[in-house]
């Protein structure tokens, strides 16, 4: 079994097929606060309660695979060492680690394709939770 430190959720994530769409869904319908929009990057993200962790869209194509799946992120203190322990625990990642803007990020998906991702705040550790 393999300990991965996780400090809490990060995110949620949905993809969505266009961003004003979605935006004036979440807010405009849901009420929902928006915290940020990042049109260049296709992203928005939305406050949910008094908590840290929000609801992020994700502009891309909806898909029936793990590119269009809806997402958890995790927490974690190093994401690069957290992909390289589950690997040594026989999981597969999707993808090699990439960069967000917080820090690294690395995707698994379960046996039913539900994504979960274990991110960092090494980019900007004043953001993320103490060890």
């Given at each position: 079994?393999?300990?991965?430190?996780?400090?809490?959720?990060?995110?949620?994530?949905?993809?969505?097929?266009?961003?004003?769409?979605?935006?004036?869904?979440?807010?405009?319908?849901l009420?929902?606060?928006?915290?940020?929009?990042?049109?260049?990057?296709?992203?928005?993200?939305?406050?949910?309660g008094?908590?840290?962790p929000?609801?992020?869209?994700?502009?891309?194509?909806?898909?029936?695979?793990?590119?269009?799946?809806?997402?958890?992120?995790?927490?974690?203190?190093?994401?690069?060492?957290?992909?390289?322990?589950?690997?040594?625990?026989?999981?597969?990642?999707?993808?090699d680690?990439?960069?967000?803007?917080?820090?690294?990020?690395?995707?698994?998906?379960?046996?039913?394709?539900?994504?979960?991702?274990?991110?960092?705040?090494?980019?900007?550790?004043?953001?993320?939770?103490?060890?």
């Amino acid at each position: 079994m393999t300990a991965v430190g996780v400090r809490g959720i990060d995110n949620v994530l949905f993809t969505v097929g266009d961003l004003d769409t979605a935006v004036e869904f979440y807010a405009g319908r849901l009420g929902l606060p928006l915290t940020f929009r990042i049109d260049e990057a296709g992203v928005a993200l939305f406050r949910i309660g008094a908590e840290a962790p929000g609801l992020l869209l994700r502009r891309g194509p909806i898909t029936w695979t793990t590119q269009g799946a809806p997402r958890v992120w995790l927490e974690v203190g190093d994401a690069r060492a957290t992909a390289a322990a589950l690997g040594s625990a026989g999981v597969k990642v999707l993808a090699d680690p990439f960069q967000v803007a917080t820090g690294w990020t690395v995707e698994v998906a379960d046996p039913w394709g539900n994504v979960i991702g274990f991110t960092d705040y090494t980019r900007m550790p004043e953001r993320g939770r103490p060890a």
